[in-house]
């Protein structure tokens, strides 16, 4: 196959370090292919024509000379028992990336090619062994940060993402099976009362498939982490409040107005999920250059912000630019923190601001709460179980938005009385989005772009 960037050549016999690069105690060398067994035999002091599947021999590899490169573990994993479906071989080697490359060299040199990124899971795919969901929860599961994102991945590579767009198509097989019937016999006509149950059916078919949709929202978050926002006026203790969320001496705190003059981003965790926290200039009127493009970054740090963190100064009353502020915040994801309530005389006001927390970023106190605040705000649709099955891949939500939008296009047929040729067709773009998630009806581009993501060696 030759798809864009990358080619993929199926009869090849492929290689790759499987392992991390870097120090370790042992690499494995995967060799891929339909001559994976008797590329093995060559550079292996011991003959492996007649060797089991998953059996581990011990023995030396050698270079074209005969010299041993290593002392080795070798695995062959044979009849289409192996994660991509081909004959196998695995070579677990010393650590240390000078061996681990002479054996791989020493595998090229005998007419394996090296793995483009990916490969091992395209081939897996090809031959069966996973659907596109899976293989791409693997680079999931690779490159997870968090215990969400892990569990996410984790169900899609056990098929549970899977199993839920089968059960979607098998739903609709019937449905096309008797709108397929009625364009080859359509002067049969479909019955009055067969119509209404079948629109009822896809309907509510239609609804489930639109809460498996609302949760990309939530595999949004999960797999790329939210960005909050710090803001407000100078002086009212931004800094010193990222320093103590972090719980670390990150950004200058001073009590000259104007201090932070550029965006500081820090990331943390919180309740297992990752946080990118900004902390900004204080926003006022000023003509001071550099004063004024910090400002600018600001507001449009603000913008971009899934969360806004408005901090007010609890020991002062509410000035203009706090006001400005407060009209100009985004009211469905902003927290208001009420900040320095440990000096004498703080209270909070009355603002029209769904969440607000009082807090001292000097003494920490509130902090707990607010980090809960903060939680709440981010779950507003709710926390998922780790049960549920979320989407959390791009190409998945835009497969199912586009299926939803041909199954409505069905029932509207449906209803308005359309003639059968244009309801089957939009039947059938339905069930080929859905295909599209699985993989079974997919144009090389796609699969390139998606395979091409992965790292060498999987
Ligand atoms: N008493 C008290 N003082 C605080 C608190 N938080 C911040 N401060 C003080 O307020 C002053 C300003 O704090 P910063 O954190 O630099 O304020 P900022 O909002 O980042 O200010 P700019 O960077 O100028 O926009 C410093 O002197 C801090 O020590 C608090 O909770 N209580
Ligand atoms: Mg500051």
Same mark, same amino acid.
């Given at each position: 196959?030759?798809?864009?960037?990358?080619?993929?050549?199926?009869?090849?016999?492929?290689?790759?370090? !499987?392992?991390?690069?870097?120090?370790? !105690?042992?690499?494995?060398?995967?060799?891929?292919?339909?001559?994976?067994?008797?590329?093995?035999?060559?550079?292996?002091?011991?003959?492996?024509?007649?060797?089991?599947?998953?059996?581990?021999?011990?023995?030396?590899?050698?270079?074209?000379?005969?010299?041993?490169?290593?002392?080795?573990?070798?695995?062959?994993?044979?009849?289409?028992?192996?994660?991509?479906?081909?004959?196998?071989?695995?070579?677990?080697?010393?650590?240390?990336?000078?061996?681990?490359?002479?054996?791989?060299?020493?595998?090229?040199?005998?007419?394996?090619?090296?793995?483009?990124?990916?490969?091992?899971?395209?081939?897996?795919?090809?031959?069966?062994?996973?659907?596109?969901?899976?293989?791409?929860?693997?680079?999931?599961?690779?490159?997870?940060?968090?215990?969400?994102?892990?569990?996410?991945?984790?169900?899609?590579?056990?098929?549970?993402?899977?199993?839920?767009?089968?059960?979607?198509?098998?739903?609709?097989?019937?449905?096309?099976?008797?709108?397929?019937?009625?364009?080859?016999?359509?002067?049969?006509? #479909?019955?009055?009362?067969?119509?209404?149950?079948?629109?009822?059916?896809?309907?509510?078919?239609?609804?489930?498939?639109?809460?498996?949709?609302?949760?990309?929202?939530?595999?949004?978050?999960?797999?790329?982490?939210?960005?909050?926002?710090?803001?407000?006026?100078?002086?009212?203790?931004?800094?010193?409040?990222?320093?103590?969320?972090?719980?670390?001496?990150?950004?200058?705190?001073?009590?000259?107005?104007?201090?932070?003059?550029?965006?500081?981003?820090?990331?943390?965790?919180?309740?297992?999920?990752?946080?990118? #926290?900004?902390?900004?200039?204080?926003?006022?009127?000023?003509?001071?250059?550099?004063?004024?493009?910090?400002?600018?970054?600001?507001?449009?740090?603000?913008?971009?912000?899934?969360?806004?963190?408005?901090?007010?100064?609890?020991?002062?009353?509410?000035?203009?630019?706090?006001?400005?502020?407060?009209?100009?915040?985004?009211?469905?994801?902003?927290? #208001?923190?009420?900040?320095?309530?440990?000096?004498?005389?703080?209270?909070?006001?009355?603002?029209?601001?769904?969440?607000?927390?009082?807090?001292? !970023?000097?003494?920490?106190?509130?902090?707990?709460?607010?980090?809960?605040?903060?939680?709440?705000?981010?779950?507003?649709?709710?926390?998922?179980?780790?049960?549920?099955?979320?989407?959390?891949?791009?190409?998945?939500?835009?497969?199912?938005?586009?299926?939803?939008? !041909?199954?409505?296009?069905?029932?509207?047929?449906?209803?308005?009385?359309?003639?059968?040729?244009?309801?089957?067709?939009?039947?059938?773009?339905?069930?080929?989005?859905?295909?599209?998630?699985?993989?079974?009806?997919?144009?090389?581009?796609?699969?390139?772009?998606?395979?091409?993501?992965?790292?060498?060696?999987?």
């Amino acid at each position: 196959m030759n798809s864009g960037e990358y080619s993929y050549e199926e009869e090849d016999t492929i290689t790759a370090i !499987a392992t991390p690069p870097g120090e370790g !105690a042992i690499a494995i060398i995967r060799v891929s292919g339909k001559n994976a067994l008797q590329l093995a035999d060559q550079l292996f002091s011991r003959s492996l024509i007649h060797a089991e599947s998953h059996r581990a021999y011990y023995g030396k590899v050698t270079d074209a000379q005969g010299q041993a490169i290593d002392h080795v573990l070798l695995l062959p994993m044979l009849h289409g028992r192996s994660f991509t479906g081909e004959d196998t071989v695995e070579i677990h080697c010393h650590g240390g990336s000078l061996i681990s490359r002479r054996v791989l060299a020493r595998v090229v040199e005998l007419g394996a090619r090296l793995a483009q990124p990916g490969e091992f899971s395209f081939r897996a795919f090809l031959n069966g062994k996973m659907d596109l969901v899976q293989a791409e929860a693997i680079q999931d599961l690779i490159s997870a940060k968090n215990e969400f994102s892990l569990d996410a991945a984790n169900h899609q590579l056990i098929g549970r993402l899977s199993r839920e767009v089968e059960r979607f198509q098998k739903r609709l097989f019937d449905s096309a099976a008797v709108l397929e019937a009625w364009v080859d016999f359509p002067e049969e006509g #479909l019955e009055f009362t067969s119509v209404q149950e079948m629109c009822k059916d896809l309907l509510s078919l239609k609804e489930e498939m639109k809460i498996l949709l609302d949760t990309f929202h939530d595999g949004a978050l999960i797999h790329e982490g939210v960005s909050i926002c710090l803001v407000g006026c100078p002086n009212v203790g931004k800094s010193c409040l990222m320093n103590s969320l972090l719980e670390k001496d990150r950004a200058i705190v001073t009590d000259i107005a104007g201090t932070t003059r550029d965006i500081l981003e820090e990331t943390m965790r919180l309740n297992g999920l990752n946080i990118r #926290l900004t902390d900004t200039a204080g926003i006022r009127e000023t003509d001071e250059i550099v004063e004024k493009e910090g400002i600018r970054r600001s507001h449009n740090a603000m913008v971009d912000a899934d969360l806004v963190l408005l901090v007010l100064d609890a020991s002062r009353p509410l000035q203009e630019q706090d006001h400005i502020l407060l009209e100009k915040v985004p009211k469905d994801r902003c927290v #208001l923190v009420w900040n320095k309530m440990d000096v004498e005389g703080a209270k909070t006001m009355d603002v029209s601001l769904p969440h607000s927390v009082a807090v001292s !970023a000097k003494t920490r106190d509130g902090l707990q709460n607010l980090r809960k605040t903060i939680d709440s705000v981010i779950w507003s649709q709710g926390c998922p179980s780790k049960d549920e099955v979320v989407l959390t891949n791009l190409r998945h939500k835009e497969a199912l938005e586009d299926g939803i939008k !041909a199954l409505g296009a069905v029932v509207e047929g449906l209803q308005s009385d359309l003639s059968p040729e244009f309801i089957t067709s939009d039947m059938r773009r339905c069930l080929i989005c859905l295909g599209r998630i699985l993989g079974s009806d997919i144009t090389e581009d796609i699969l390139s772009a998606i395979f091409s993501k992965f790292c060498i060696g999987k």
